[in-house]
């Protein structure tokens, strides 16, 4: 089957100007899950999103400073939107909101990576089998984490996933056969848990990151990427 996937230091870059940064090796002991795009291959039917993108977001020294970066910056709404918005959703919000939010992730011991799915390089037959595709997303996904050494396989790993009305990709058949493939494959122990944002505050932060890597490579817009470039690995 013919399908292209990138991770985001891949030599196809599909934006201009893209620079590779430095490798970086990291042992992350908290690990957050995002998705932006979708696994829709209609491209005439409007909103159909030509990449579909995996973020994943690591913290080394506990989730209190990113909690902390969320609480203040949802403090800094107007009072009026801060009753009607209970968690921050970077689609919905000003850019001086996204602005402040990826400045000060920036400031944090985090690392981020991208792996982004270029739909229209999807082979047909392919375009009906989404598991197929999910599997083969997560797959890519996990050596990546484990060839540049961002997880330790020597203790168990847990990894929270973002669980919205709209996913697509991280479901139930997604969490079952990444623990599997962790387990099988590589030998190590990983619980996947699918949360809410409001139920778990990182998951808000991914948000921002998710949602500004996909305007990169969807819309062509670096702007609130470029916040953050520096911890891509």
């Known amino acids: 089957h013919r399908l292209t996937l990138h991770h985001c230091h891949h030599q196809q870059r599909p934006i201009k100007n893209f620079t590779p940064r430095r490798e970086k090796i990291i042992n992350m002991a908290h690990n957050f899950l995002d998705e932006s795009g979708d696994l829709g ?60 939010l990826l400045k000060r992730i920036n400031e944090r011991d ?3 990576m991208v792996i982004y799915l270029n739909k229209k390089k999807v082979h047909t037959r392919l375009q009906d089998e989404k598991q197929v595709l999910y599997n083969f997303v997560t797959n890519i996904l996990l050596d990546r984490i484990l060839s540049k050494k961002i997880i330790s396989l020597s203790k168990s790993i847990t990894l929270v996933a973002s669980r919205r009305e ?9 969490k079952d056969y990444l623990e599997h493939q962790v387990k099988n494959k590589h030998k190590g122990i990983m619980t996947v848990c699918i949360k809410t944002p409001a139920e778990e505050k990182s998951l808000q932060a991914v948000d921002f ?5 996909f305007r990169k490579y969807e819309k062509g817009d670096g702007s609130y990427y470029n916040i953050f470039k520096s911890k891509i690995v």
Do not use: M, Y
């Open 41 to 100: 291959f209609n491209f005439k039917k409007k909103g159909t999103s030509k990449f579909f993108i995996v973020t994943l977001f690591f913290l080394d020294n506990g989730v209190g400073p990113i909690e902390k970066i969320v609480k203040k910056t949802h403090a800094e709404l107007s009072k009026k939107l801060k009753r009607r918005v209970g968690v921050l959703h970077a689609v919905n919000e000003k850019p001086l909101t996204r602005q402040r």
């Open 110 to 112: 985090c690392a981020v």
């Open 166 to 174: 709209t996913n697509k990709f991280l479901n139930e058949n997604f």
């Open 209 to 213: 990151l998710s949602w500004s890597l």
